[in-house]
């Protein structure tokens, strides 16, 4: 029971941590994340995934243009990439004269699963050793740049980026939804106009988020949403991009 206690506390004091102290992370402390990464469950134990650590000063900063000029990017000690990876099944069965079929929707899915419980495991990994982590969801806005950059063949696709070093902040815990709102027992149970507000009532009544609103000029949060943050225009046009790559690296044939 102290054992899942110590295990829950871990989980429940995640915070997203974005500025980083100068502090290296030992070798042998990095390839005990990656290999906790390694041990998460994954589709026929394929392992259709690869995980790209950059660690060179020079070249965070270069990746950092592909993030929008994130600080997190060239201050964190490594800036890890995690990737849906075929290419290197695909060898492998053509190798054994076997014909592979996974350049298809069924496998992009699986591996953006797979890549994303491996990129869980590490985050909670490295929580564990008194690191600090943040997802970038640019990756996904500039995935073909990133590919290039990191010299991605045909089949292997970026999915997430983590940046990882020591803490130099202690920010609050993010807000999140009440667990009644966001957990269905037995079958979906769609929301009612008086649910939808009392759900997101805390979230939308946060000293943080009326602050928000009087910077963005809207009338609530949703606008911010909306308007600022993932308008229509940038959702189709990165769709788009994103949709041109996936099959150019061989997805969506």
């Known amino acids: ?41 994954n589709t026929g134990n394929m392992q259709i995934y690869s995980v790209l650590v950059t660690r060179d000063p020079q070249r965070k900063k270069e990746l950092a243009k592909f993030h929008f000029n994130q600080p997190m990017v060239e201050n964190a000690a490594a800036v890890i990439t995690v990737c849906i990876d075929i290419n290197r099944w695909n ?3 053509l190798q054994r004269n076997a014909d592979p ?7 992009l899915m699986t591996g953006t699963v797979d890549a994303t419980i491996v990129s869980q495991n590490i985050c909670v990994a490295a929580e564990a050793q008194g690191l600090g982590i943040c997802y970038l969801g640019t990756v996904l806005y500039n995935a073909p740049e990133i590919a ?84 229509k225009a940038d959702n189709i046009a990165i769709s788009e991009k994103l949709l041109n790559y996936l099959k150019d690296t061989g997805f969506l044939k």
């Open 1 to 41: 029971m102290q054992k899942f206690d110590e295990n829950l506390n871990l989980l429940m004091a995640h915070r997203s941590i974005r500025k980083y102290s100068d502090k290296p992370i030992d070798q042998a402390v990095l390839d005990s994340i990656l290999e906790a990464g390694m041990r998460g469950s």
């Open 91 to 93: 060898k492998w069965c």
């Open 101 to 107: 079929s996974y350049d298809n929707l069924l496998w």
């Open 148 to 231: 290039e950059y990191l010299n991605l063949p045909r089949g292997v696709v970026p999915i997430t980026t983590i940046t990882m070093g020591y803490p130099a902040e202690e920010p609050e815990a993010s807000d999140r939804l009440p667990r009644d709102g966001v957990v269905h027992y037995e079958q979906y149970n769609d929301y009612t106009p008086a649910e939808i507000d009392r759900i997101f009532n805390e979230k939308e009544n946060l000293p943080l988020t009326k602050e928000l609103i009087l910077q963005n000029g809207t009338e609530n949060l949703a606008q911010i949403f909306t308007r600022k943050r993932y308008t």
